[in-house]
Each structure stands twice: as structure tokens, then as C-alpha cells.
């Protein structure tokens, strides 16, 4: 049976990239998007070179109240592409960043973030839960700013680390089902995640080569690749861990 992901967050970036390595691996593809649907159906068509099937379905992570119209939205999906009423995996990867210092950090901003890196995936899996088959995986999108200090992001570090505990609780909960759930953590990637700066600034880029390990800074493909790598048939055994994808960075 052909293995399908549901990938939240895929228009652009690491969404994106892990969306087409899974395809390059044999695996179909649901991806979402917030704005930007020609971005996303850029994506499908991508996928679709690649031999595989893609839908693309709008998402907004943050609007908890949206998620049962996306439930019903994506069984009909699911149910008129692949005849199945059902996913292999999910990964949680939608998400937003704020560069601030702790005391220039407002509510506002802090409420955005927790609503998108916290409660949305909370409830998002929550709510997709039944349509994870036993023996499925949940793959959490987390930063290697919960390991070290590199920016004034406070406020989203704290919300990804919220998200490394619950891929434990997760994986301890849902263990008796089979489904493994684990925690990518990314080091600095040039994205236009942020700006862009870790992808244009070479003065930036310069200064993270020197930091990590192997010489540069992440490229999205890195990440796309260590991600479905985590969600391959080999990797089922490894659950409740938070696995950095960072090239060594502050070792």
C-alpha cells in the first residue's frame, strides 16, 4: 500500500524540502499552506514529476477552531486520490519565527507563537490522531535553539521546547498504537525563515561556518533529507527522541 504524509507548513522552506524528499522515497504526499496557493501547487506539480500523488489544502495552524472543517476536508481528500481514509504520518512543521530581545518581546507576539508551535500542533494532532494508522509516525519540527543561544528568540525557543516535551509524552501515550514520534531539531538554515539572513547574509554565513562543525550552515535539503529519512520503514524503533540536524553546530 502506498505510504502517504501529511506535511503542514510545505509551500516553501523545510515544509517543502521534506515534502519532496518523502516523494523521491516513495511516499505520497498531503501538504498544507496558510497564503501563497501557488506556492503550494508548485509543490504538487514537483511531486507529481517525481511519480508520486500530491494534494494541497489551506491551513491556517494557529486557528484551532479551523481544524474540524480541515479533518473533513482531508478525509475527502484522502478518500478521491487514494481511496483510503487514513495517513502514515504526520509532521508538524508549519511555523513562524520573532527575532526580539526578551524585553522588546510583546504579548501579541508571544501569543502568535504559541498559538502556531504550541497549541496548534497540540490540537492539530490531537485532531488527526484517528486518521494515523497503528504502527504510523508523528515527526514534531523543533530548533536547535533549545539546545543552544544563537539570536534574541526567547519566546519561539520556548514555545519549540514545549513541543520537545510533548513528542515525549506523545511517544510514551501513543507507544501501545506503535505510532513513533519524534522531534527534528534544525541548526541555522538558509531559508527565508527570519528574513532570510542565514540564507543572503554572507557576513552571517560566514560567521556560522565558523561555528559549526562541518564548515556552512544547513541547506533546506539537509533537513528534508534527515526528515524523511526519521519517517523511513527502518527507523520505527526510534520514538521520544529529539534527533538535531545541524552539521555540529556549537558543538
Known sequence: MTRIALVTGANRGLGRSTALHLAEAGT?????YRSHPEEAEAVVEAVRKLGRTAVALRLDTGDTSAFPAFVAELRT???ENWGREDLDALVNNAGHGVHAPFVETTEEQ???LMNVHVKGVYFLTQALLPLIVDGGRILNVSTGLTRFIAAPTSAYAAAKGAVEILTRYLAKELGP???AVNAIAPGATGTDFGGGGVRDNE??????SSVTAMGRPGEPDDIGAAAAALLAEGTSWVTGQRIEA???MML
Open 28 to 32: 505520497d504526499v498531503v501538504l498544507t
Open 77 to 79: 481528500a484522502l478518500k
Open 177 to 179: 498504537r506503535g505510532i
Open 246 to 248: 545541524s552539521g555540529g
Open 110 to 112: 508571544f501569543d502568535g
Open 203 to 208: 557576513e552571517m554565513r560566514t560567521m556560522l
